[in-house]
């Protein structure tokens, strides 16, 4: 049996919602994976409906709720996509809950861009590169990555390109 209250499970269970996750599972930002797996277990083993079932009712239905937002919010930041993209939202519009499809919307989109650029000029030069690439003419396709890079200077995707298209013209040296 539990050590907690009903009137704790109550409380907790109306104030879930306007908990930040980070708040919920009693952490910092700045946590690491192993001490948050450690306050995730512990509160998960605390307000699990299973470990409170000689309660009443209406503190059952309340730790059935707490679990659900501590799971939540476990799933988002345990995973490193998930939890940027959460603290990017949590940043920008204060919104202290995500919904994992949300999450991967939001990595999904950033990845598209990584990978296709956000401004017509990169974009152009990319598909250059790229058809450079298919036809071989490597020194053509470095040279267009790196016009899309003036146009996109912080794009890591067409770093990540340009680096492994040098590593191939070293190779073929």
Known sequence: MSDLSELEIDALAKIAGEL???QL????PDVSGGDLKKAYYSLSRSYHPDANR????????????ISKVLTEAYCVLRDPRKRKAYDAQL???GDLRIQLAEAAASHAKSESVRRTGSTPQS?????KAEEDVRNGNLPSAVQNLQMALTFEPGNTGFNEMLEELRKRQQADK
């Open 20 to 22: 930040s996750y980070y």
């Open 25 to 28: 599972l009693q952490v910092e």
């Open 54 to 65: 000689n309660l009443p009712e209406k503190a059952r239905e309340g730790c059935h709720r």
């Open 91 to 93: 940043e920008e519009t």
């Open 123 to 127: 974009k152009q030069f990319l598909l």
